[in-house]
């Protein structure tokens, strides 16, 4: 690590996590809150875990949106995707090298068994997670230094480790020496405690009296169904006042939500959007950087955000990178649509009269992704694009678009749609990365160049330091265009007005329950 | 009649077999595997190849098809429907609940429906070709006609959102007793019932309008014997003999899983079941479901058979 002494390093790191070591800075709600009441909801999104009755109360099987709701991790990414702290007090790298990571734990934060958090529980549960967790791989093992302090040693520098332990299957669980049994019983630290399970159907939860906020929560009880996949059936409920609130819901009901007496629509700041995989595999029009430039520029992102979501309380426009615009790092693209630009650029590569484009595939894995898609093609015909598309099956559609990565196979990835979510700067621009299908396995120069920087991000614990190298990659994809990221959409929740203070979060499952409280 | 039996269950069981092979094969043409569908975009994207063919070893999921389906029937013969690939779980409990579920609302339904269904049937018979006829057949073609999920979604308008005095999707567990159930469901209960009313009845009147003109009725007629008592002890069993075959198949159906009503619903039953674990390709529990509904199909068939060769000796030797 070239010029980036132990003291430049323990120093920069200091004064980056030195706001986290400050006391949790969760804002108060506005209005005095009401202690009591009992609120269901019914929550829509996709649920990949497959949970049943032996497992169900564990965090990697519960449906994601769950599981801040009776567990907690160290860490936590607040509805502006910033970092705050949650059962550590203290996260700071113990060298230079940012190879290892000391974090202090909270003092007397219960179980809800009754036992008292330590470090031991924190390593047994890393344990649990480097093994399973995809973004805890990194963790090589763990040291317990005495029972509030515990290190982190990883494979290699992370600057954005923190992010990992706001990971929320990351979870801090009991501990116990058998890692195929740890967190079956379903007791964590969380603000509800389980009282009963329906797996990927129905969970109830109580509130728990030694949680470690003072006076949080407020709700008494707490009942989350499961509706993923039935709109209808959710919205049914919702108008037969079943449920309170209902999370997830499609963009296209809120012009119809809005109309729903007492009712609040509440969006996030940010939310999933959809990636445009531009395959170059021998032979592939997209091996050349101007046609996918010319792609990029002739698509009418705000036009798209009007038009499918509804406006920008609804939708975002995307920069290329897989950076979320609510997050801190997200540098807004400069420039709009530029149709002259396009067509020059086709032009310069050989197709002055337009260029016809292979089929783009997409799954209606969200409602609006017809129109989505309709509104591109419609979009970049006008620079001479002329662009195919055909809606395939959800079933089986991972399997159809990525292909075998191995090119010589000829089984090759499929000009595509797929969706991500927002993560830490780090991950989200790591997807980008040559190796991966989402890069449409980007090579040459300008990719090294892209990975040398990312390299260099994660050896930089000093934050600015690190947002300049980000925004220099963000211009590397703005103009190399490995894939394209149009336009993304907000996570859009509904209540009844008499439920306070839920705020809804670009990544849906970090919403915090603690803080909702009933006004009648 | 022992004969009979047996041989109806040789016939059965020859059946159970080929549907049992058929099944785990038809189960192989779904593309993507379990450990495919269980991960994020994000796993996959963060997830190195090797890593992904290393879980999938683990999950058994790269074993050669012959030894899956060795493993599959020998299996059966244990009666052990193994275990769901991703988490490990029997597989008898996670259909036994959601089976349990959809008998019981298979059970109200027919409890229900039949009386109603032979009521209207014998009325409709009696008055065949009047008004009376005309309107039954008429609402039955309709109520048969209409797709369950109009029909749920209707209720679901009139009683849970404009009239709130039932529930618009029943909340309650998949495991809760069962008076808690059907207690929560009354829509789903409404709904099916009334697409088996219409389907059971149109069925009936016509076995009752056969048997009310064949010979041996118009005989009874003329020993004098009373006409309620010539429609409810000679022609009703009479008339239902050809529509055991259909209400058989009816009530296995129900039982094998009321896909559209569950989902309308979110009844928590066999069907509903059947779509998430072929959604998240647990094959092994699509196999049991189905294996489920292939039992139910056949043993309401050779229950069919058998009542039929009981009040119609003249079949016994078929």
């Given at each position: 690590?070239?010029?980036?002494s132990?003291?430049t390093?323990?120093?920069?790191?200091?004064a980056?996590?030195?706001?986290l070591n400050?006391a949790l800075?969760?804002?108060q709600p506005?209005?005095?809150?009401?202690r009591?009441?009992a609120?269901v909801?019914?929550?829509?999104?996709?649920?990949?875990?497959?949970?049943?009755?032996?497992?169900s109360?564990h965090p990697y099987?519960m449906?994601?949106?769950?599981?801040?709701?009776?567990?907690?991790?160290?860490?936590?990414?607040d509805?502006?995707l910033?970092l705050?702290?949650e059962?550590?007090?203290?996260?700071?790298?113990?060298d230079?090298s940012?190879?290892?990571?000391?974090?202090?734990?909270r003092?007397?934060v219960?179980?809800?068994?009754?036992?008292?958090?330590?470090a031991?529980d924190?390593a047994?549960?890393?344990?649990l997670?480097?093994r399973?967790?995809?973004?805890s791989?990194?963790i090589?093992?763990?040291?317990?230094?005495?029972p509030?302090?515990?290190?982190?040693h990883?494979d290699a520098?992370n600057?954005?480790f923190?992010?990992v332990l706001a990971?929320?299957?990351?979870?801090?669980?009991p501990?116990n020496?058998?890692?195929?049994?740890?967190?079956?019983?379903?007791?964590?630290?969380?603000?509800f405690?389980?009282?009963g399970?329906?797996?990927?159907?129905?969970?109830?939860f109580?509130?728990?009296?030694d949680?470690w906020?003072?006076g949080?929560p407020?709700l008494d009880?707490?009942?989350?169904?499961?509706?993923e996949?039935?709109?209808e059936a959710?919205l049914a409920?919702?108008?037969?006042r079943?449920?309170?609130?209902?999370?997830?819901?499609d963009?296209?009901?809120?012009?119809?939500m809005?109309r729903?007496?007492q009712?609040?629509?509440?969006?996030a700041a940010s939310?999933?959007?959809?990636v445009?995989?531009?395959?170059?595999?021998?032979g592939?029009?997209f091996?050349d950087?101007?046609?996918?430039r010319?792609?990029s520029?002739?698509?009418?992102?705000?036009?798209?955000?009007r038009?499918?979501?509804?406006?920008t309380r609804w939708?975002?426009?995307?920069?290329?990178?897989h950076?979320?615009a609510?997050?801190?790092?997200?540098?807004?693209?400069?420039?709009?649509?530029?149709l002259?630009l396009a067509?020059r650029?086709l032009a310069e590569a050989?197709?002055?009269?337009?260029?016809?484009?292979p089929?783009?595939?997409?799954?209606?894995?969200w409602?609006e992704?017809?129109?989505?898609f309709q509104?591109?093609?419609?979009s970049?015909r006008e620079a001479?694009?002329?662009l195919?598309?055909?809606?395939?099956?959800n079933?089986?559609?991972?399997r159809?678009r990525?292909g075998?990565?191995d090119?010589?196979?000829?089984?090759?990835h499929?000009f595509?749609?797929t969706?991500v979510?927002p993560r830490?700067?780090?991950?989200?621009?790591?997807?980008?990365?040559?190796?991966?299908n989402?890069?449409?396995y980007w090579s040459?120069p300008?990719?090294?160049r892209?990975?040398?920087?990312y390299?260099?991000a994660?050896l930089t614990?000093?934050?600015a330091a690190?947002r300049?190298?980000?925004?220099?990659?963000q211009?590397?994809?703005?103009?190399?265009v490995?894939?394209?990221l149009?336009?993304?959409?907000?996570?859009?929740?509904?209540k009844?007005?008499?439920v306070?203070n839920?705020?809804?979060?670009?990544q849906h499952?970090s919403?915090r329950?603690?803080?909702v409280?009933?006004?009648a | 009649?022992?004969?009979?039996?047996?041989?109806?269950?040789?016939?059965s069981?020859a059946t159970?077999?080929?549907l049992a092979?058929?099944?785990?094969?038809?189960t192989?043409?779904l593309?993507?595997d379990a450990?495919d569908?269980s991960?994020?975009?994000d796993e996959?994207?963060?997830?190195?190849?090797?890593?992904?063919?290393?879980r999938?070893?683990e999950l058994?999921?790269?074993r050669p098809?012959?030894e899956r389906?060795l493993?599959f029937l020998?299996g059966?013969l244990?009666?052990d429907?193994?275990?769901t690939?991703?988490?490990?779980?029997?597989?008898?409990?996670?259909?036994?609940m959601?089976?349990?579920?959809?008998m019981a609302?298979a059970a109200?339904?027919?409890?229900?429906a039949?009386p109603v269904a032979?009521?209207i049937?014998?009325a409709?018979?009696?008055?065949k070709?009047r008004?009376?006829?005309?309107a039954?057949?008429g609402?039955a073609i309709?109520?048969y006609s209409i797709?369950e999920?109009v029909?749920?979604?209707l209720?679901i308008?009139?009683?849970?959102?404009w009239?709130p005095?039932?529930p618009?999707?029943?909340?309650?567990?998949?495991?809760?007793p069962?008076?808690?159930?059907l207690?929560a469901a009354?829509?789903?209960?409404?709904?099916?019932?009334?697409?088996s009313?219409?389907?059971?009845?149109?069925?009936?009147?016509?076995g009752?309008?056969?048997?009310?003109?064949?010979?041996?009725?118009?005989?009874?007629?003329?020993s004098?014997?009373?006409?309620?008592?010539?429609?409810?002890?000679?022609a009703?069993?009479?008339?239902?003999i050809?529509?055991?075959?259909?209400?058989a198949?009816y009530?296995?159906?129900?039982?094998s899983?009321?896909?559209?009503?569950?989902?309308?619903?979110?009844?928590?039953?066999i069907g509903a079941?059947?779509v998430r674990?072929?959604t998240r390709?647990e094959?092994?529990?699509v196999?049991?479901?189905?294996?489920?509904?292939?039992?139910c199909v056949v043993s309401?068939?050779l229950?069919?058979?058998l009542?039929?060769?009981?009040l119609?000796?003249?079949?016994?030797?078929?």
């Open positions: 690590m070239v010029g980036f132990r003291r390093a323990l120093g920069a790191g200091t980056l996590f030195g706001a400050a800075a969760v804002a506005a209005a005095t809150p009401r009591g009441g609120l909801y019914a929550q829509l999104s996709g649920n990949r875990r497959g949970g049943d009755a032996t497992n109360r099987f449906v994601d949106l769950i599981t801040r709701s009776a567990y907690n991790t160290l860490a936590w990414v509805e502006d910033r705050q702290l059962l550590a007090t203290r996260i700071v790298p113990a230079a940012l190879k290892v990571w000391e974090v202090t734990i003092e007397g219960r179980f809800h068994d009754g036992r008292v958090m330590t031991n924190v047994s549960s890393f344990e997670h480097r399973r967790n995809f973004a791989q990194q090589q093992r763990t040291e317990v230094m005495n509030t302090t515990i290190r982190f990883l520098g600057s954005e923190p992010f990971e929320y299957d990351c979870v801090v669980m501990a020496p058998d890692i195929d049994r740890i967190g079956l019983e379903g007791i964590g630290t969380g603000p405690r389980i009282t399970s329906d797996p990927q159907r129905r969970m109830t109580e509130r728990f009296d949680y906020r003072q949080f407020f009880r707490l009942e989350v169904i499961n509706r996949g039935q709109s959710a409920g919702y108008r037969a079943q449920f309170d609130a209902m999370l997830n819901i963009p296209r009901l809120t012009r119809q809005e729903e007496p009712t609040d629509l509440v969006p939310g999933d959007q959809a445009i995989i531009l395959p170059k595999h021998p592939s029009l091996n950087a101007r046609i996918r010319a792609f520029a002739a698509i009418d992102r705000e036009g798209l955000v038009i499918v979501y509804g406006g939708g975002w426009v995307g920069n290329d990178s950076l979320a609510a997050d801190p790092m997200f540098v807004a693209p400069e420039r709009g649509r530029d002259a067509r650029l050989g197709h002055p009269n337009g260029v016809t484009l089929t783009l595939y997409y799954a209606p894995q409602p992704m017809a129109r989505y509104f591109i093609q419609e970049v001479g694009i002329t195919p598309i055909e809606e395939r099956p079933d089986g559609y991972l159809f990525t075998d990565p090119v010589s196979k000829g089984n090759w499929r595509a749609y969706a979510g830490n700067p780090g991950i989200s621009l790591f997807r980008m990365r040559p190796a991966n989402e890069s449409g040459g300008a990719a090294e892209y990975m040398a920087l390299a260099r994660m614990a000093e934050a690190r300049a190298i980000y925004a220099e990659m211009e590397l994809l703005r103009e190399e490995p894939a394209i149009p336009a993304g959409r907000n996570n859009v929740l509904i009844r007005s008499t306070q839920l705020k809804n979060h670009p499952w919403i329950w603690d803080e409280w009933r006004s | 009649m022992i004969s009979l039996i047996l041989r109806r269950g040789a016939l069981l159970l077999f080929l092979t058929f099944i785990f094969f038809a192989e043409v593309p993507g450990l569908v991960l994020s975009a996959v994207a963060m997830m190195p190849p090797e890593v992904l063919a290393r999938k070893a058994g999921l790269d098809i012959l389906y493993g020998g059966l244990k009666f429907l193994g275990r690939i991703i988490t490990r779980a029997p597989v008898a409990d996670i259909v036994a959601p089976l349990r579920n959809s609302l109200v339904t027919l409890l229900l039949l032979l009521g049937a014998m409709a018979a009696q008055a070709g008004g009376l006829d005309n039954v057949s609402a309709i109520g797709p999920f029909t749920g979604l209720l308008a009139v009683f849970a959102v009239w005095i039932f618009a999707t029943i909340t309650a567990s998949t495991d809760d069962l008076s808690v159930l207690a009354p829509l789903a209960v409404i709904t099916t019932i009334i697409g009313i219409a389907y059971l009845g149109r069925i009936l009147r016509v009752m309008i056969e048997v009310m003109a064949s010979d041996f009725v118009e005989r009874l007629h003329l004098g014997i009373p006409r309620w008592r010539i429609l409810l002890v000679h009703l069993p009479a008339a239902v050809p529509g055991l075959s259909a209400a198949l009530a296995a159906s129900l039982v899983g009321i896909v559209v009503v569950e989902m309308v619903f979110a009844y928590p039953g079941e059947l674990a072929v390709r094959v092994h529990v196999q049991a479901i189905a294996l489920a509904a292939a039992i309401f068939n229950l069919a058979d009542g039929i060769s009981t119609d000796p003249r079949t016994r030797s078929a």
